[in-house]
């Protein structure tokens, strides 16, 4: 930003007497400044509104990019491909290509199966231009041996191949994870330790991307994602990487054939082997994952509480039906007791009833007595006999309220013969009239 | 803006371009992977389409093809609808629609009634709705070449378009799916453009950019202080542009008919369209070859007509338009209170600055120092028709990957609106009796700004003064003979490209005189042919703070002025 403007004018030397404190000497200020609009647009406006906004000032501003700038490149230099080589893998012979480590050569064991194709070029330039035969000879090494470029070479053939750096990926060993162990577990965060095993077994994964074992945290569903996930893995794993070679020397067809076959077996073997190994491994991951048995607890506690809710209610729902039971034995024998009590009360009214009736009956067969039956001086035998029989008939056709009326009738008339007599007749005539006697049934009251 | 915290994209998915929406053709431009700034080609090939839209049964055409239409299906093609844009029926000039659709009220805004279905009723469109079309189909041409769904874009506009204008465009950027992430002037695009390229270096200068368009012409001063850049005037001319000089060829060729048909193809609506469309044509050729032809079938009555003009013919009859361009750019430097010798460039944009005699016209009004950045005078210009894309597109690249946010903060008047230097800042030097003054800090520079320049010590080395001082520039006009003086005096105001006469003309220059001195500062002890740095820094409030110190030398003196408010 800052640019230097050079002025090849020579400055005024200082005239003598001239002298200032600090050798500045402040003479007068600007002149007022006119308010304009910039335009928005162009890095130097950014740069300007951007010293603005944040309240830097021109040297804060550069340094803060230039901090900026500096870690933008140093990022860039650190994906550069610097590793150390292996004075050991240096002496490899070419020939043995099968068994070297390609991401080793390139120096990409940062990134394995991570690493671009864009990041295998570069580090294969990088290393061309390092061991490229024409190099070491420039150096002064005499010996002929471009056995380590060689390997550079097939190590980017083979690694800028789709299909045959998956057959290497699928081998690759120095890219798995070993499950840990259980005295790990015991001392280790099971989440730290397990995700690094499955992010690793999950480059094989033909579905991407994989889900991640997450933390103590992971709600259920997470966690039977990630376990249905790993049951159902569906893996581009191959293993033609570890074939025999087969003889091209026309040696024999039947030799050819045979090796084929000996390789198809091997890889459905290696192949099948692997399923097995990831399913064994899955199970033991969930054997041990905590989060399941903590889910299993809730779920139980939940059915607990669902289930004490249940019998609590069916609780409640019984003690209800007794109470109800209780309550109507109870209403029953208060029915009871009252009918009781009623019935012998109605039995003593009948009695009393019957006892009042008898009493009546003597009154009302006392009345024809007390009147002498009805005849002046001693009653004839028959006279007696036929009031009898007329006071039994009357007797006999009167319910007892009626009795009664007639005995209360009959003792006010006393022994008042014609009263008696009249009480009577009203009475036969009565029940003549209720249709209970037949005119002339009663023949002494008349 | 675009710290590390913040500066990541939030809608990582964000690819935008530049677009420059014309009145009479729009460009889209985007910054190719190389730094590049390209303009895109849409499918007919075309880097500047046209902005017109045409129907036929329901069928949309655009760009060339519409074009063609205003021949045979004039009212149902749409033109230079964009100055209508957010603008009410009343405050519109609908002259350039006479020949295609026309304008009318509807509601607040302005609409088109046009058959744009397969049906034989007429709709009403709004400009608002026909400008997202267009939109939409400048991105699809954008997203078909760059093989990338395009969804964002900075726009260039006037400098005069109001704020309701703005939201119209924003609104209808929107809806053809293109979020705005920036509106910019047009004439700064254009001086963006060339700033933009990789030679180029930042320097203090004044720019004139004349935009001469197809039915408007445009001129601004800007100054650029360090990168910044600074609307100082502006002038517009809504009835001057290519289409002026469009008719100067249309009338020729009119007139030549008539000497032999007796009948006026202008009088026909689509002799005058076939007439306009080809007059076009022959006029761009003109721009770069010295003859051209025009061959109409069927002009008028069945007569097909076909003739030839050359450059020099065309350049007479159209002096008068010539004449208005120039004057337009001369009206706005004076507007900016400045000289045509302050000028230090002057950027021809748009379709008619490929007229070559206009650019030539205009470097005889500045001085030779100036530059005329037009294809005829430089080899070096971009050709004037992109330059608004591509200042467009350079800006689009620079703020893709803010936040929206960012750039709302960012062109907020907060940020924009800030003190300019109303005089020049620099060093004074004293060499015996005489004093000359040397700018730092030009005028109308943006504060706060900073400044570093190296000066020479004196031969012998020793103890050196300082002097920083406001200065003022004078013009200095000095007669090479006495002649009479009255002729001087009209000399200055117009030297004009018709004063082509052996004249003696005044020799005019540049004088810059102290006015105030500001500070003094000694540095002693500078080796002989050593050199001294100066570095001044001017704060918002007008404070100063000024360093000096030997270049190698390891103690600087320092002092402060404060800021008057």
Aim: charged share 30%; net charge negative.
């Amino acid at each position: 930003m800052a640019s230097v403007q050079v002025v090849n004018v020579p400055l005024p030397s200082l005239p003598s007497g001239w002298s200032a404190d600090k050798d500045f000497k402040p003479i007068g200020a600007l002149s007022a400044a006119t308010q304009r609009n910039i335009e928005p647009v162009g890095p130097h406006f950014l740069a300007h509104a951007r010293r603005k906004r944040h309240a830097r000032t021109f040297s804060e501003d550069e340094r803060i990019q230039a901090q900026q700038n500096v870690k933008k490149t140093e990022e860039e230099e650190d994906d550069d491909i610097s590793e150390d080589e292996d004075p050991v893998m240096l002496t490899r012979d070419a020939k043995d290509w099968k068994a070297q480590d390609h991401y080793a050569v390139l120096g990409l064991t940062k990134y394995r199966w991570r690493a671009t194709p864009e990041q295998i070029k570069r580090a294969h330039r990088k290393k061309v231009l390092r061991h490229h035969p024409d190099k070491k000879a420039a150096m002064g090494q005499r010996d002929e041996n471009d056995n380590f470029f060689k390997c550079i070479q097939k190590a980017t053939e083979l690694l800028l191949d789709p299909v045959r750096r998956r057959q290497f990926d699928s081998v690759d060993e120095a890219a798995d994870v070993e499950p840990p162990s259980k005295k790990d577990l015991q001392k280790g965060n099971f989440y730290k330790l397990w995700g690094p095993v499955f992010k690793a077994e999950g480059r094989f994964s033909i579905k991407q991307p994989v889900p991640q074992l997450g933390n103590e945290d992971s709600t259920q569903e997470e966690v039977e994602t990630f376990y249905n996930f790993w049951y159902n893995f569906d893996s581009w794993r191959t293993f033609e990487y570890l074939d025999e070679d087969i003889p091209d020397d026309g040696e024999g067809r039947d030799q050819k054939r045979h090796t084929e076959k000996k390789n198809a077996n091997a890889r459905r073997k290696r192949k099948s082997e692997d399923i097995a190994r990831l399913r064994e491994l899955v199970d033991e991951c969930l054997a041990l994952d905590e989060r399941i048995k903590k889910f299993r607890q809730q779920a139980r506690a939940g059915k607990d509480a669902k289930r004490k809710a249940k019998e609590d209610e069916a609780k409640r729902l019984a003690e209800e039906k007794e109470r109800a039971k209780v309550e109507e034995e109870q209403r029953k024998k208060e029915a009871e007791e009252t009918a009781k009590a009623e019935r012998e009360k109605n039995k003593k009214s009948k009695e009393a009833a019957k006892n009042a009736a008898k009493k009546n009956k003597r009154v009302l067969k006392g009345s024809v007595k007390d009147v002498n039956y009805f005849a002046d001086g001693e009653a004839s035998a028959a006279q007696v006999d036929s009031v009898l029989t007329d006071v039994d008939l009357v007797m006999a056709k009167i319910d007892t309220d009626e009795l009664a009326a007639l005995a209360e009738r009959l003792t006010i008339a006393g022994k008042d013969s014609g009263a008696v007599k009249a009480a009577w007749a009203a009475e036969s005539k009565r029940l003549v009239d209720a249709g209970k006697l037949k005119d002339g049934d009663v023949k002494t009251f008349a | 803006m675009g710290d590390a915290a913040n500066g990541v994209a939030a809608e990582a998915e964000r690819f935008a371009i530049g677009i420059s929406f014309g009145n009479s053709s729009s460009s889209i431009a985007r910054i190719s992977p190389e730094g590049k700034a390209e303009v895109i080609a849409n499918e007919e090939g075309d880097r500047q389409i046209p902005s017109i839209l045409s129907y036929i049964d329901g069928e949309e055409y655009h760009g060339t093809q519409a074009k063609a239409q205003l021949i045979r299906n004039s009212s149902n093609t749409v033109a230079y609808f964009r100055d209508y844009l957010g603008k009410d029926f009343k405050s519109i000039d609908p002259t350039p629609c006479h020949q295609s659709a026309h304008p009318q009220q509807s509601d607040s805004t302005v609409a088109f009634t046009i058959r744009d279905t397969e049906s034989e009723t007429l709709n009403t469109v709004t400009v608002s709705e026909i400008t997202t079309r267009h939109l939409r189909r400048l991105k699809q041409s954008a997203t078909d070449y760059l093989g990338k769904e395009v969804n964002a874009a900075v726009i260039t506009v006037p400098t005069n378009f109001t704020d309701a204008q703005r939201e119209a465009l924003i609104a209808s950027a929107k809806a053809a799916g293109i979020e705005v992430l920036q509106l910019i002037a047009e004439p700064v695009a254009a001086v963006m453009a060339y700033d933009a390229r990789p030679e180029a270096t930042v320097t203090d200068k004044l720019v004139v950019v004349a935009d001469l368009g197809g039915t408007r012409s445009d001129v601004a001063v800007i100054a650029c202080r360090g990168g910044i850049y600074t609307i100082l005037a502006t002038a517009h001319d809504y009835e001057l542009g290519g289409a002026s000089l469009d008719q100067v060829i249309i009338d020729h060729f009119a007139k030549e008919f008539m000497k032999k048909h007796k009948t006026d193809p202008r009088e026909d609506p689509r002799g005058l369209a076939k007439l306009k469309h080809e007059g076009e044509g022959t006029r761009k050729a003109l721009s770069l070859s010295a003859n051209a032809q025009l061959s109409v079938e069927s002009l008028v009555d069945g007569i097909d007509y076909g003739s030839t003009v050359n450059r020099t013919r065309f350049e007479l009859l159209s002096g008068k338009v010539f004449a208005q361009f120039t004057g337009l750019i001369e009206q706005v430097v004076k507007k900016a209170e400045l000289d045509v010798l302050d000028i230090d460039e002057v950027i021809f944009s748009g379709g008619a600055s490929h007229t070559p005699k206009i650019a030539q016209l205009t470097a005889n009004i500045f001085p030779e120092k100036t530059t005329i950045l037009a294809p005829s005078t430089s080899n070096s210009a971009i050709n004037p028709s992109e330059l608004s894309a591509r200042g467009a597109a350079f800006q689009a690249s620079l703020v893709q990957e803010f936040d929206r946010e960012d750039i709302e903060q960012s062109i907020h008047p907060m940020v924009t609106v800030t003190p300019h230097l109303s005089k020049a800042i620099g060093v004074e030097f004293i060499s015996n009796t005489e004093s000359t003054f040397q700018p730092l800090l030009n005028a109308e520079t943006a504060l706060p700004a900073r400044r570093i320049a190296q000066y020479t010590a004196p031969k012998e080395g020793g103890d050196v003064l300082v002097r920083v001082c406001e200065g003022a520039r004078e013009i200095k006009v000095t007669k090479p003979e006495p002649k009479s003086k009255e002729e001087k005096a009209a000399d200055e105001e117009d030297s004009d490209f018709d004063s082509d006469e052996e004249e003696e003309e005044d020799i005019r220059e540049i004088v810059w005189k102290t006015e105030k001195p500001v500070a003094e500062l000694a540095v002693k002890g500078v080796k002989a042919g050593g050199k001294v740095e100066i570095m001044i820094h001017v704060n918002p409030d007008l404070g100063l703070q000024i360093a000096v110190r030997e270049v190698g030398g390891s103690t600087a003196v320092r002092g402060a002025i404060n800021g008057s408010a």
